[in-house]
């Protein structure tokens, strides 16, 4: 017998569509690797997620048996009510109204980036979708964009670190002992900019607004700010990568896909919403189950650790139609749990599919129809990071 699926090993979670399906078809939910058990289904991926009085998201995406420390925990580590506090803060710094003024920006930002690309051959991920994201973040928290490529460098080094899944590295336990240059570096921007606003500067960036807020008439303490800062930097940086990597995938690879998107653009709204369903930058949500119950008729016993498989969730043949086919005009694509579901849904959603629609459309204005093609031999080799999917690589050439 083959060993059980493990969704925290990178080389079993990502591609794993035929497994997945086999899990859906025998239950709602499944024990796989480590004991940990695994919901296959969009009702009852959605009833988990509703439940934050059963399922804790303490843990996180934390391997079983490790625990970080409170102040060190990003939102979507928090529970209730800690975490409605905090996320309150950080709804503020990113509301539609905020990305809408970010939008020239974004535009602006992808056409220098494809000006600067080599004329005959080069990596769209290195030289493009790697990069818009982390330039849109550095905007919006108001860092100098000098900084951009290290502050890249770090985000993608921690993501491809044990750091996730451990809570430490080589280096040590917890994020400033991981990354400490990472961490000495988000702290002198937010005393930078406390000072500035001390001063009466009134720039109205999204770390000023994280500054200013309060949680019940305090301020947040610079552990939890920071904490806040770095899941802006690491938390919209290569899962916005791996949109519009999987997104600029597929219109390589199906001719009929791109001549869509070129006869109406309005359907790219609707093939950004069929990519993030198909192909999810972010696999599974992981949750501690906290006093028993069941899930679609299972007993789940407290302490037990649930994993809610968006990815499988999203292929669920109850609720999507054809649901292993990409659809452009898809009418329920936009349902998908990619973004997660209910009190932790993705506050940065509106950002990402923004950065998309900009990001993608800006591709396909630049180049003509067939312009583009993926190197002779190409193999797509997935991201290192075991809850993401997405290109590692696309060299591209022009004809
Ligand atoms: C395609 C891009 C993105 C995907 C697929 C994605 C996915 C997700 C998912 C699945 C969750 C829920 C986690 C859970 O329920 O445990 C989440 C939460 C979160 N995301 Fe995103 N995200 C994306 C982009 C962004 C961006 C651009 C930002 C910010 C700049 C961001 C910031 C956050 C934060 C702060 C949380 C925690 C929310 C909470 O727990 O209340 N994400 N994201």
Avoid at 174 to 199: C, S, V
Avoid at 276 to 284: A, C, G, S, Y
Wanted: hydrophobic share 45%.
């Amino acid at each position: 017998m083959s060993d059980p699926f493990d969704p925290f090993d990178a080389a079993r979670s990502r591609d794993a569509w035929t497994t997945l399906r086999e899990l859906r078809d025998a239950g709602p939910l499944a024990t796989v690797a480590g004991a940990l058990r695994y919901v296959t289904r969009y009702a009852e991926a959605r009833g988990v997620l509703r439940d934050t009085k059963t399922f804790s998201n303490a843990s996180g995406l934390k391997a079983p048996g490790v625990d970080i420390p409170v102040e060190d925990r990003l939102l979507g580590e928090l529970d209730p009510p800690r975490h409605t506090a905090v996320r309150r803060v950080m709804v503020t710094a990113m509301t539609p109204k905020v990305v809408h003024a970010t939008e020239p920006f974004i535009a602006s930002t992808a056409a220098r980036l494809l000006d600067a690309l080599p004329h005959d051959r080069f990596d769209l991920v290195a030289s493009y979708t790697g990069v818009l994201p982390n330039r849109v973040t550095m905007h919006l928290l108001g860092f100098d964009p000098a900084d951009s490529d290290q502050l890249a460098r770090w985000a993608k080094e921690l993501m491809e670190s044990t750091f996730p899944a451990l809570n430490r590295t080589d280096r040590g336990i917890g994020f400033a002992a991981a990354f400490p240059d990472f961490a000495g570096y988000i702290d002198a921007r937010i005393a930078e900019r406390t000072a500035q606003l001390a001063a009466g500067d009134d720039r109205d960036d999204v770390l000023a607004r994280l500054i200013r807020l309060e949680v019940d008439d305090d301020p947040l303490p610079p552990q939890q700010l920071r904490a806040l800062v770095r899941n802006l930097v690491t938390g919209g940086l290569t899962t916005t990568t791996q949109l519009l990597g999987n997104l600029i995938f597929e219109l390589l690879v199906r001719p009929e896909l791109e001549a869509a998107l070129r006869a109406d653009r309005a359907l790219l709204a609707t093939a950004i919403e069929e990519s993030l369903r198909l192909t999810p930058p972010v696999l599974f949500m992981a949750r501690g189950c906290v006093r028993d119950t069941q899930i679609g008729g299972c007993p789940v016993r407290a302490g037990e650790r649930v994993v809610v498989g968006a990815a499988s969730a999203n292929r669920d043949e109850r609720v999507f139609a054809h649901a292993d086919d990409f659809h452009v005009d898809r009418n329920n694509a936009d349902q998908h749990l990619t973004f997660g579901y209910g009190t932790h849904v993705c506050p940065g959603a509106t950002l990402a599919r923004a950065v998309a629609r900009i990001g993608v459309g800006a591709v396909l204005d630049r180049f003509a129809s067939g312009e583009l093609r993926l190197e002779p031999g190409f193999v797509f080799e997935q991201v290192p990071t075991y809850f993401e999917h997405g290109p590692r690589r696309l060299p591209v050439e022009r004809t």
